[in-house]
């Protein structure tokens, strides 16, 4: 019997994106495991060496590459099917199910963790900010002191519940609202240029600052669904090496950024390194929405490297592999593994390789652990026993009548 591909048997996927997600989680958490170790990112092959440190360096911009991510996969089915509509019971309830479970629980988990190491006015106003996904409503709240990466959920959040507004503007005149997200962006960080350095992480990253990345994720589904509508399946096979071309054409726009930031990234004013992520941002949209887009239609090599059971097995657990690889990092450092011998651990050039090994080998069972024993069991159940605001409405009884007539 012929083993069914998961394209096949899951509407609407695209196996590209699994790959994309893995690069970006893994973006983001070198990125992280360098800031705490200063492990060297120097790559020695006999008498090549190949310093990976730019792109290390500035992996913050994962997070961009995942809002990319999620505006893509937020608007690829309504892209592929003009005739479907939103329910929003329907579409709160499955982001409700797919998202917070798991977020409460970390949350709960690192609170549980700070009683007598934190101040407890404070740890109250962390645990309520961050259960209620309003974190980055203060500076305070923002520069998160139960777990640093929650920022981006409550920002995702944001974005989920503007999706169905935009949904409906977005059908009619997808490059008008691009233009007008991006008007909006830019503004903002314009706004931002001259404002006090020491408030621009909190307010580079509020959703008016990442509207353009996650809109150009929709702009990428819609040119994705015009393309394979338009296109037969000969077009299909004799572009895809244009598109394979493309593909990595937009990947280097994207390490001609980071090599252009890295040089920077400390100059002149304190946070220079966000500030040059925040003017270089649209630069990094371009870069990665593209890259998504063209390579869904590129050649079955690409396709393969970026959709494969490795790259699919890393999409399914990156959720959590995200939220918890920081606190896990930060929290063997509390207790000093592995061991080191100087008055900081990142003087000690014996501890950086394990801790970064360790962080990474703990982040990866605990994921495991949190997706198949935690997050995907009770998406299950939930779903099985979803409330009744959350179903789709049936029919109207004149709809009914019209159709029997």
Same mark, same amino acid.
């Given at each position: 019997?012929?083993?069914?591909?998961?394209?096949?048997?899951?509407?609407?996927?695209?196996?590209?994106?699994?790959?994309?997600?893995?690069?970006?989680?893994?973006?983001?958490?070198? %990125?992280?495991?360098?800031?705490?170790?200063?492990?060297?990112?120097?790559?020695?092959?006999?008498?090549?060496?190949?310093?990976?440190?730019?792109?290390?360096?500035?992996?913050?911009?994962?997070?961009?590459?995942? %809002?990319?991510?999620?505006?893509?996969?937020?608007?690829?089915? %309504?892209?592929? /099917?003009?005739?479907?509509?939103?329910?929003?019971?329907?579409?709160?309830?499955?982001?409700?199910?797919?998202?917070?479970?798991?977020?409460?629980?970390?949350?709960?988990?690192?609170?549980?963790?700070?009683?007598?190491?934190?101040?407890?006015?404070?740890?109250?106003?962390?645990?309520?900010?961050?259960?209620?996904?309003?974190?980055?409503?203060?500076?305070?709240?923002?520069?998160?002191?139960?777990?640093?990466?929650?920022?981006?959920?409550?920002?995702?959040?944001?974005?989920?519940?503007?999706?169905?507004?935009?949904?409906?503007?977005?059908?009619?005149?997808?490059?008008?609202?691009?233009?007008?997200?991006?008007?909006?962006?830019?503004?903002?960080?314009?706004?931002?240029?001259?404002?006090?350095?020491?408030?621009?992480?909190?307010?580079?990253?509020?959703?008016?600052?990442?509207?353009?990345?996650?809109?150009?994720?929709?702009?990428?589904? /819609?040119?994705?669904?015009?393309?394979?509508?338009?296109?037969?399946?000969?077009?299909?096979?004799?572009?895809?090496?244009?598109?394979?071309?493309?593909?990595?054409?937009?990947?280097?726009?994207?390490?001609?950024?980071?090599?252009?930031?890295?040089?920077?990234?400390?100059?002149?004013?304190?946070?220079?390194?966000?500030?040059?992520?925040?003017?270089?941002?649209?630069?990094?949209?371009?870069?990665?929405?593209?890259?998504?887009?063209?390579?869904?239609?590129?050649?079955?090599?690409?396709?393969?490297?970026?959709?494969?059971?490795?790259?699919?097995?890393?999409?399914?657990?990156?959720?959590?592999?995200?939220?918890?690889?920081?606190?896990?990092?930060?929290?063997?450092?509390?207790?000093?593994?592995?061991?080191?011998?100087?008055?900081?651990?990142?003087?000690?050039?014996?501890?950086?390789?394990?801790?970064?090994?360790?962080?990474?080998?703990?982040?990866?069972?605990?994921?495991?652990?949190?997706?198949?024993?935690?997050?995907?069991?009770?998406?299950?159940?939930?779903?099985?026993?979803?409330?009744?605001?959350?179903?789709?409405?049936?029919?109207?009884?004149?709809?009914?009548?019209?159709?029997?007539?």
């Amino acid at each position: 019997m012929k083993r069914r591909s998961r394209s096949q048997t899951i509407p609407d996927y695209v196996d590209t994106l699994d790959g994309f997600r893995a690069i970006a989680t893994f973006l983001v958490l070198i %990125f992280h495991y360098w800031q705490q170790s200063w492990v060297s990112m120097v790559l020695t092959l006999g008498p090549v060496s190949i310093d990976f440190t730019p792109i290390v360096s500035i992996g913050s911009l994962g997070v961009e590459l995942l %809002f990319v991510l999620s505006g893509f996969c937020l608007y690829y089915p %309504f892209a592929m /099917h003009p005739e479907r509509r939103l329910h929003p019971g329907q579409y709160a309830y499955k982001r409700m199910v797919r998202i917070l479970p798991t977020y409460f629980l970390c949350v709960i988990i690192a609170s549980v963790y700070q009683i007598g190491r934190m101040d407890p006015a404070t740890l109250r106003e962390q645990f309520i900010g961050n259960m209620t996904l309003t974190q980055m409503s203060t500076p305070a709240l923002a520069y998160n002191q139960l777990n640093g990466v929650l920022w981006s959920i409550a920002i995702e959040v944001q974005f989920y519940l503007i999706f169905p507004f935009l949904l409906k503007l977005f059908r009619k005149k997808p490059y008008w609202v691009m233009l007008g997200a991006f008007l909006i962006g830019e503004t903002w960080r314009w706004y931002l240029r001259e404002i006090d350095h020491s408030q621009i992480n909190w307010l580079m990253n509020q959703l008016p600052g990442m509207i353009d990345v996650f809109v150009g994720g929709m702009l990428a589904a /819609h040119v994705v669904a015009q393309l394979k509508r338009s296109l037969s399946d000969e077009q299909k096979q004799s572009f895809a090496p244009a598109f394979t071309l493309a593909t990595l054409m937009f990947i280097m726009v994207y390490i001609l950024v980071t090599m252009y930031i890295y040089p920077l990234r400390y100059n002149d004013v304190p946070d220079n390194l966000s500030r040059l992520q925040m003017h270089t941002r649209k630069f990094v949209v371009i870069a990665f929405g593209g890259a998504v887009a063209c390579s869904v239609l590129s050649c079955r090599w690409l396709r393969r490297t970026l959709g494969n059971p490795l790259t699919r097995f890393v999409s399914a657990i990156s959720y959590q592999v995200y939220m918890w690889h920081m606190w896990i990092a930060l929290r063997l450092k509390d207790f000093r593994i592995p061991a080191y011998a100087t008055e900081r651990p990142m003087d000690d050039p014996a501890w950086r390789f394990p801790y970064l090994m360790l962080s990474l080998i703990l982040s990866l069972i605990a994921a495991i652990l949190m997706t198949y024993c935690v997050e995907q069991p009770v998406s299950r159940l939930l779903l099985k026993r979803v409330p009744r605001w959350a179903r789709p409405r049936r029919a109207s009884r004149k709809r009914l009548e019209d159709s029997h007539d």
